[in-house]
């Protein structure tokens, strides 16, 4: 089992940056495949972005895609979220997920093991 924190959410305003982490500990975490969620108000969870065991392969949902940027350092057992160019619809809860597989995953069910969430509020 692993257990995962996410730090470094807050209150930007538009067109703002914040870097999300995600801290594991419990398991080896070159095994694991890392995933970024955001849940908005009255809204369903949502993909953001995933890579693989080594970073190398990554996801984005088409919504980020050029804006937010997913990396790792296993060495630190630590998932991170870019995200730039922030709008007034990033504001959402984001949630990191892990599942223990060396691939990628996109979707919500794939995933084994959640965050707790940081809320992340884009202001204008």
């Known amino acids: 089992q692993v257990q995962l924190v996410e730090s470094g959410g807050g209150l930007v305003q538009t067109g703002g940056s914040l870097r999300l982490s995600c801290a594991a500990s419990?398991?080896?975490?070159?095994?694991?495949?890392m995933g970024w969620f955001r849940q908005a108000p009255g809204k369903e969870r949502e993909f953001v972005a995933a890579?693989?065991?080594?970073?190398?392969?990554?996801v984005y949902a088409d919504s980020v895609k050029g804006r937010f940027t997913i990396s790792r350092d296993n060495a630190k057992n630590t998932v991170y979220l870019q995200m730039n160019s922030l709008r007034s619809e990033d504001t959402a809860v984001y949630y990191c997920?892990?599942?223990?597989?060396?691939?990628?995953?996109?979707?919500?069910?794939?995933?084994?093991?959640w965050g707790q969430g940081t809320q992340v509020t884009v202001s204008s």
């Open positions: 419990g398991r080896t975490f070159s095994n694991y495949a």
């Open positions: 997920a892990a599942r223990y597989s060396r691939e990628t995953y996109a979707l919500r069910a794939n995933y084994d093991y």
């Open positions: 890579n693989n065991w080594s970073g190398k392969v990554t």
